[in-house]
C-alpha cells in the first residue's frame, strides 16, 4: 500500500501541499472478507528497497510466501471442523500461484480457490474495499517511515474490522435506506 493522492479541499487562494519522499519502501495487505458476516481478516507485510536489494529472492517469492502464510491464517480462522468448505475469489496475481501456494492449500484441504477472469477487477469485491481503505489511511498523507504508514492502515483496518455492518454495505454495493 503506497500513499495516494486525491481531491482535497483547501483555503481559498491556498494551494494544499503534500510532501514526497523518495522512497521505494512499500507495505502489502492480504486480505479476505466474510461476504455473510463481513468479518475482515488481514495480514501485511513491510517490502523495505534495503533488505530486497540484499536479499537474492524475488518480488513474485517473497509475496507468495506472504500468501501462503495469509492462507495458513485463514485456515486457523475458518477451522475445517466448523467450516466444511470455503472459498477464496482470487485474481490471476503470480503470488496466487506456486508451490508455498500448493502446500499452503495441501495443510488446509477446505479452502479452495475461485479465480476470476483476467483483467476483471470490477468482479472483485475486495477491490471496493481495498480504495475505501487506501481512502481512510493513506490519502493526502506523508508518512516518515513504513512503520507509520503501517500504523495508519492497521488503525483503519481495526477500524473496519470493527464497523461489520459497514464492511457489508460497501461489498454488497448497497446503502441503508431509512424509514420513511
Known sequence: MVPTLAAALGVKGHRPV?????????LYVF?????????????????LQSAN????????????KAFAAHLRHI??????GQFKRVVLTIDNAPWHRGKPIDEALAENPHLEFYRLPSYSPNLNVIERFWK??????THNRLFDTITDLKASVRASLCYFQT???????????RTRRSPR
Do not use: F, W
Not at 503534500?18 to 512499500?26: A, L, Y
Not at 475505501?132 to 489511511?137: E, F, I, M, P, Y
Not at 464497523?163 to 454495493?173: D, F, Q, S
Open 75 to 80: 485456515g486457523r480462522v475458518y477451522p475445517e
Open 163 to 173: 464497523m461489520r455492518e459497514k464492511v457489508l454495505t460497501l461489498i454488497n454495493g
Open 53 to 64: 536489494r540484499k536479499s537474492k529472492e524475488s518480488k513474485t517469492k517473497r509475496m507468495q
Open 31 to 47: 486480505a479476505v472478507i466474510n461476504l455473510i458476516s463481513g468479518a475482515l481478516h488481514a495480514n501485511t507485510l513491510e517490502s
Open 132 to 137: 475505501k481503505l487506501r481512502r481512510r489511511a
Open 18 to 26: 503534500v510532501g514526497t519522499r523518495d522512497c521505494k519502501d512499500v
